[in-house]
């Protein structure tokens, strides 16, 4: 099956005369090992798709899937599992621990599972990413682009199925983002994992295999390998 897929997926939110539907019938299948971007205009539902498809928030008819999991049967408790054991997310706003050093904001996830870090693959990951004389800084102590690649590093390092981004340039200036969307490729390319991505802007979204291209809460194109210029 699709790393994560929608069949229908409709989401209302409110009721009444302030009824806004997020989505609208959205038929979507992502692909493991590879990079997508969602791209829209601000309000055509993109942060609703990805909430939906990471298990944040439900669905108010059709059906999502991550894997072979079909995520809209579950309940309250088992959502919450899914999201902690299968899917990592990424943030405009890093969302990293003060406190913490790069390596223990990494690593930081399997510490709640009670789970030891391979340190063959968080040499890896600390390889991709760029990481490695970074380790013992604290997130003040690292500019933007470092403290996004900390973020993602977190993500990978329980290899979940899928990792989601939420516009994970968004707080970057233009180099610094184009830095943080070159190791997304890359942990990709070289670490085979699926990375899902929300972004408005086309120069992101050009560093995607896939754009999915969102417009009024529906599928309004589909673009393989795009070039900037195909997506703008
Ligand atoms: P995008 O991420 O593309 O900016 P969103 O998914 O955030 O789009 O929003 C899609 C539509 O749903 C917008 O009209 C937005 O105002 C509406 N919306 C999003 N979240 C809520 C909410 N919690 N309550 C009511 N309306 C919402
Ligand atoms: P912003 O775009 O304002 O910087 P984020 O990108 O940090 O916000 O968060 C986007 C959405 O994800 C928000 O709706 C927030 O409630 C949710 N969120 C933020 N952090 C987490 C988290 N650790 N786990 C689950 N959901 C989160």
Not at 77 to 102: E, W, Y
Request: charged share 20%; aromatic share 4%.
């Amino acid at each position: 099956p699709a790393a994560s897929s929608a069949r229908g997926l409709t989401k209302v939110y409110g009721t009444g005369a302030a009824q806004v539907r997020a989505l609208d019938g959205v038929d979507v299948d992502f692909a493991a090992g590879r990079f997508t971007a969602i791209m829209g205009p601000s309000g055509s539902g993109k942060s609703t798709l990805m909430h939906c498809l990471a298990g944040l928030d439900q669905a108010t008819s059709g059906t999502v899937h991550l894997g072979s999991t079909e995520i809209t049967r579950l309940g309250d408790d088992a959502l919450t599992r899914l999201r902690r054991d299968r899917v990592g997310f990424v943030f405009q706003s890093f969302n990293l621990l003060p406190m913490f050093t790069a390596e223990q904001n990494i690593v930081l996830p399997l510490d709640l599972a009670g789970a030891k870090v391979d340190p063959a693959w968080l040499a890896t990951l600390v390889q991709t990413l760029g990481l490695g004389q970074r380790l013992t800084h604290r997130p003040s102590e690292l500019s933007g682009g470092q403290q996004q690649r900390v973020a993602i590093a977190r993500a990978l390092v329980a290899q979940p199925e899928v990792v989601f981004a939420d516009e994970p340039t968004g707080n970057l200036d233009s180099r610094s983002g184009a830095e943080v969307l070159s190791f997304l490729r890359r942990s990709v390319r070289e670490l085979g994992r699926t990375i899902i991505m929300v972004t408005h802007d086309p120069t992101a979204a050009a560093y995607a295999d896939r754009v999915v291209l969102l417009a009024d809460g529906r599928i309004a194109g589909d673009i393989s390998d795009p070039t900037p210029e195909a997506v703008l």
